[in-house]
């Protein structure tokens, strides 16, 4: 049983990744940003999850530097913006990311979205262009590993054709009642691991009866139920909260496991939560 929030998996290029990440979409720069990733480093998290489109990598880095904790004992994800696709564009986005970080190198450096609607005429060379430019942040160290967001089987595929290294990590949407069961099979196939973000349905699972319903029976939350259920599907889950009760309480998922059944039930439950943009018509 996974025992606490720094414990790892292992990434396909032998990289140790801590099994539950802070997420920080939707929270805004600034104050907010900078207290809250120093609330969670406080809570004992030591997996950060920003992105340039999120706007607050400034903040994010500055919260680090504040944090007081060794560089080399967090592990930082960000991401490749859907604008920065393309070999040159990518290497100056990252560049760009770094400073903005205050960082000499990330852990994890995602492609956000496969098939931006710019180069969505020409998807096939824009992606493999962009690939190449991560292999060579992934050479020069300026990342421990490279991997994607949003992609579904056939981008994987395409990116796949001309790649010399498999990506690490799939970032895609996944909560109780959407399991996007066929990327998942996928990625495990191809030795690609799973984090799951909006891992609350983006708030919507609290109000959800079948959740409600195990609250009593674990003594958890609904929030607790949801994470601890993302890690035992074998996921990566990425919870976000700018409050620090809630902070603390999603880290605090460690001291209960869910039954077999209660885990299936909940993969194959409705989906309550919507299925967020399909990234091959998404308008971005």
């Not at 025992?3 to 790892?8: E, P």
């Not at 262009?129 to 421990?144: F, H, L, Q, S, V």
């Not at 959740?211 to 674990?218: N, Q, S, V």
């Not at 999603?250 to 039930?265: G, H």
Request: charged share 25%.
């Amino acid at each position: 049983m996974m025992r606490k929030l720094d414990d790892c998996y292992q990434l396909n290029n032998g990289v140790q990744i801590p099994i539950v990440g802070f997420g920080t979409w939707q929270t805004p720069g600034g104050e907010v940003a900078v207290s809250s990733v120093k609330e969670a480093i406080k809570a004992g998290y030591r997996h950060i999850d920003t992105a340039a489109f999120y706007g607050n990598e400034e903040s994010v880095g500055q919260a680090i530097k504040e944090s007081g904790i060794d560089r080399k004992d967090l592990f930082i994800t960000t991401k490749l913006w859907n604008s920065d696709h393309g070999y040159e564009a990518a290497l100056k986005a990252c560049a760009a990311s770094l400073e903005r970080l205050q960082l000499d190198y990330l852990d994890l450096y995602l492609i956000h979205w496969p098939n931006p609607i710019r180069f969505r005429d020409q998807f096939e060379k824009v992606n493999a262009e962009t690939w190449k430019a991560m292999e060579k942040i992934y050479k020069d160290g300026k990342t421990k590993a490279i991997g994607i967001s949003n992609y579904m089987p056939h981008h994987i595929e395409a990116t796949l054709k001309n790649a010399e290294t498999v990506p690490a990590v799939n970032q895609i949407r996944l909560y109780p009642g959407f399991i996007q069961e066929e990327t998942v099979r996928y990625c495990k196939e191809k030795g690609i691991l799973i984090q799951a973000y909006s891992p609350l349905g983006t708030g919507s699972m609290l109000e959800v009866k079948e959740l409600r319903e195990l609250t009593e029976k674990y003594h958890k939350t609904v929030a607790q139920i949801c994470l601890r259920w993302s890690l035992q599907m074998g996921f990566l889950p990425l919870p976000k909260s700018v409050t620090p009760a809630r902070i603390q309480e999603n880290a605090d998922i460690f001291d209960f496991e869910l039954s077999e059944k209660d885990v299936q039930n909940l993969a194959s439950m409705k989906n309550y939560g919507g299925a967020g943009f399909n990234p091959d018509t998404a308008s971005f």
